[in-house]
């Protein structure tokens, strides 16, 4: 399918804007602009019952927590993982969309304002994740509990699920666009890795922000690495046609199937990266809030996805 006519107008826009420019040299600081930048264009996003925010305590100090919790009750809790290349994104510039998952899933949406890098390279964010989620687990209220986030909140999201195996029940996770590999030659790299929202140099440098000194290929940071993934959550995956992330979701979800995962895996034609948040603008993005309403629905049944 052709590329969507508003992210076409959009990337058009972006280019024309870029013209005759000198490209500026990539820092935390334009790539974290850039996001509250785009935030603008995403719009409001709906109301929900109550918001307000937790201070947690983890091994990296203090940490907030924003809570969200629908009208008329929750029927599960998500801990949700923002996306930002692990440098980039923040409480307020994924408020929107959180807003309209809490809304569409029903559930009471947790979202930690986790450590960014370069100023705090893996493991920092990870950590935070793992010392939010066992926080939940030693709530009682009897809440299902799930886990989820997009693009690189989708690589922490599958790398705790992974972890939680056999230690923490999850009955779902909800993988939006996520990193699950360090290989930036996919046919998915070829095909997107230039003039979209998320080019392959991009990825290589946020690559080089998160991991400045370690392994790539650590499941702990590459989860598609892992030996196996038997036993860890139901999972959704959710991929993008034009986005050098496609081939990443493509085979995490066919992983998950050879090892026994109950699993689903969607791709949502002529979109891009970072669809999820324009459910203002794209009918697509709307199609992924009621798609994750029915099958949070399914996880929380124990039903085939």
């Known amino acids: 399918m052709p590329l969507h006519p508003h992210l076409e107008t959009m990337i058009a826009e972006r280019r024309q804007a870029a013209a005759g420019a000198v490209a500026p040299a990539r820092s935390a600081q ?28 983890s ?14 009750g929750a029927r599960g809790r998500l801990l949700w ?12 510039d994924y408020d929107p969309f959180v807003r309209a998952i809490c809304q569409a899933t029903r559930c009471e949406v947790l979202v930690p304002d986790y450590r960014l890098a370069p100023e705090y390279p893996f493991p920092a964010a990870l ?5 939010v989620l066992a926080w939940l687990t030693r709530l009682t209220d009897g809440l299902p509990l799930l886990i989820g986030g997009d693009s690189a909140g989708g690589n922490l999201a599958a790398v ?24 930036t030659e996919t046919e998915s790299y070829r095909e997107s890795g230039s003039g979209y929202l998320l080019d392959t140099a991009e990825m290589q440098w946020l690559w080089q922000q998160y991991v400045p000194n370690g392994t790539l290929e650590s499941p702990r940071v590459s989860p598609l690495r892992a030996r196996s993934l038997a036993g860890v959550a139901p999972a959704w995956v959710v991929g993008a046609q034009y ?12 992983k998950l199937g050879w090892h026994g995962v109950r699993h689903r895996y969607s791709e949502y034609a002529g ?3 970072n669809f999820g948040p324009m459910m203002n603008i794209l009918e697509p993005a709307r199609q992924l809030l009621q798609e994750m309403d029915e099958v949070v629905g399914r996880m929380i049944a124990g039903t085939s996805l």
């Open 243 to 254: 986005d050098v992330l496609r081939d990443d979701a493509r085979r995490y979800a066919r």
């Open 30 to 57: 334009a790539a974290r602009a850039g996001i509250a930048a785009r935030r603008q264009s995403w719009g409001a996003g709906p109301a929900v019952g109550e918001i307000s925010e937790l201070t947690l305590p």
């Open 271 to 273: 979109m891009t990266h």
């Open 81 to 92: 993982l923002h996306g930002g290349g692990w440098v980039a994104g923040s409480l307020v």
């Open 127 to 131: 950590e935070d994740g793992e010392d």
């Open 59 to 72: 091994r990296g100090g203090p940490m907030t927590v924003r809570r969200y919790r629908p009208e008329g």
């Open 160 to 183: 705790l699920a992974q972890q939680a195996r056999g230690r923490v029940v999850l009955l779902g996770q909800l993988l939006l666009s996520p990193v699950t590999d360090c290989d």
